[in-house]
């Protein structure tokens, strides 16, 4: 396996005055394309023809998924030989893969568990290493491009050998980071290719709602004062992220991941996250 850094050496790099700082900046920047993409998808969303409706059928699934695996191949400037098995769920299948208006009113009583003697609070990963089988369960059209855009990567992450067969826990927030950054990147960038920035809304609120997390928890560590106009946006995930903070003193995997890669791309540009593929250690 590909080497990938502890926690701690991730906490402790984004945990410097430019990694922060990166962190700021991030926030400042995409709360700004989030406040635009939200107008706009909000006029949009009575269009039944627009990108927030769900797709008719599975062949219009099939587009957008293949438009995903491109887009996100693309941007990393890799390929591949073989490809994984894409499965399309619903209610019958696991619960974590229950439509979100059931899992939310579900989730304090399901999918709790402890890892490494902490109790963990979320949904698993929609792609199984095991069997190279994409598993999601899309709301509408436009998020099933990010959604599979950030399972892709998964994929990619275990074709280049980032990722055991054996349940990730080791390197969690380092491959959950990847992810959320690549389908943060590989979304905004086809908002560009579409002109139209309320494609990447769906990204967008995960990415903001876990950075803020990322950034008050780094922040207090730091003894460092929190700029509290960065945290104005409201994000679907706020209460989760803090009912993390609250049991386990810390912020998600999902989170602190964003925030080193988000540190890294300030520092090493936008290959960082090919450079991860391809085996370079960057910390």
């Not at 579409?194 to 876990?210: I, K, Q, T």
Request: aromatic residues 12%; contains cysteine.
């Amino acid at each position: 396996m590909v080497y990938t850094p502890s926690k701690e050496e991730m906490d402790e790099f984004v945990m410097t005055g430019k990694g922060i700082e990166a962190i700021e900046d991030s926030l400042a920047d995409l709360s700004l394309k989030l406040y635009s993409a939200r107008k706009i998808r909000n006029d949009a969303k009575s269009n039944e023809e627009s990108f927030f409706s769900r797709a008719k059928n599975r062949a219009e699934l099939d587009e957008i998924i293949l438009d995903a695996k491109q887009e996100t191949k693309a941007f990393l400037g890799v390929n591949v030989y073989e490809e994984p098995v894409t499965k399309v769920v619903g209610l019958s299948d696991k619960i974590l893969f229950l439509p979100r208006a059931i899992y939310s009113s579900l989730k304090s009583t399901i999918e709790k568990r402890k890892v490494n003697g902490k109790l963990i609070y979320g949904i698993d990963n929609g792609y199984d290493a095991y069997h190279k089988v994409i598993r999601f369960n899309p709301s509408n059209k436009a998020e099933a491009f990010s959604e599979y855009a950030h399972e892709y990567d998964h994929y990619l992450q275990d074709f280049f050998k980032l990722v055991k067969p054996i349940w990730r826990w080791n390197n969690f927030s380092f491959l959950e980071g990847h992810a959320r950054c690549v389908e943060l990147n590989v979304s905004l960038d086809k908002t560009e290719k579409m002109d139209n920035p309320a494609f990447a809304v769906y990204s967008l609120e995960r990415f903001l709602g876990e950075m803020k997390s990322a950034y008050k928890h780094y922040s207090r560590k730091m003894g460092r004062g929190i700029k509290e106009i960065l945290l104005r946006i409201s994000c679907p995930n706020d209460n989760y992220e803090a009912k993390l903070v609250y049991d386990l003193d810390e912020p998600s995997d999902y989170a602190s991941g964003a925030a080193f890669f988000t540190a890294k791309e300030a520092e090493m540009g936008k290959s960082v996250y090919t450079d991860v593929l391809l085996g370079k250690k960057i910390v």
